[in-house]
């Protein structure tokens, strides 16, 4: 597991957590306890795992120059064929009259996916593939469902 932390002004203010695994599919019928068991230190796949900046730095802009330096690094290190992540939406509990899935395939009139969370995602060039029913059951607010993206 590599962690990366964000210094701004002597202060951590954000940190990424990933692995290597060995392939996408593996990761698209996981659970979240399940994750740590994927990790391959020779995985070609990069697994995101979470990515976290202060509330109070968010407005900096600072969560796209650091998931950019990430994806920059893992471009360097070799050996890495893609990166790949399992994500929550922000937004789905203002519109659990549709259905999850149709949720994820809303888009604004950018053109962009509606939910902010899939919509940073894709900024940086990450594709929504699948959901990932029951991959975090005490997430009430996504169904317990992941995004694979």
Same mark, same amino acid.
């Given at each position: 597991?590599?962690? /990366? ?10 940190? %990424?957590?990933? *692995? ?17 068991? =994927? $990790?391959?230190? !020779?995985?070609? /796949? ?12 968010? +407005?900096?802009?600072?969560?796209? *120059?650091?998931? &950019? ?21 922000? &937004?789905?509990? !203002?519109?659990? #009259? ?5 949720? %994820?395939? !809303? $888009?604004? #009139?950018?053109?962009?996916?509606? &939910?902010? %969370?899939?919509?940073? $995602? ?7 593939? #699948? =959901? ?9 607010? +996504? ?7």
């Amino acid at each position: 597991m590599v962690i /990366v932390f964000l210094e701004v002004e002597g202060r951590i203010v954000g940190v %990424i957590y990933s *692995q290597r695994i060995t392939s996408v599919a593996a990761l698209e019928n996981i659970t979240f306890p399940s994750v740590p068991e =994927l $990790h391959s230190p !020779q995985g070609t /796949v990069i697994q995101l795992l979470g990515m976290n900046v202060l509330p109070e730095m968010q +407005n900096r802009g600072l969560g796209n *120059q650091f998931l &950019d330096f990430m994806l920059k690094l893992f471009a360097l290190k070799g050996g890495v064929e893609t990166v790949a992540g399992i994500t929550r939406c922000r &937004d789905y509990v !203002q519109h659990w #009259q549709m259905p999850f899935a149709d949720y %994820i395939q !809303q $888009h604004n #009139q950018q053109g962009q996916p509606l &939910d902010p %969370i899939l919509r940073f $995602h894709t900024s940086h060039g990450a594709k929504i593939r #699948q =959901l990932v029913p029951d991959y975090r059951p005490e997430d009430t607010e +996504n169904l317990g469902t992941g995004v694979l993206n």
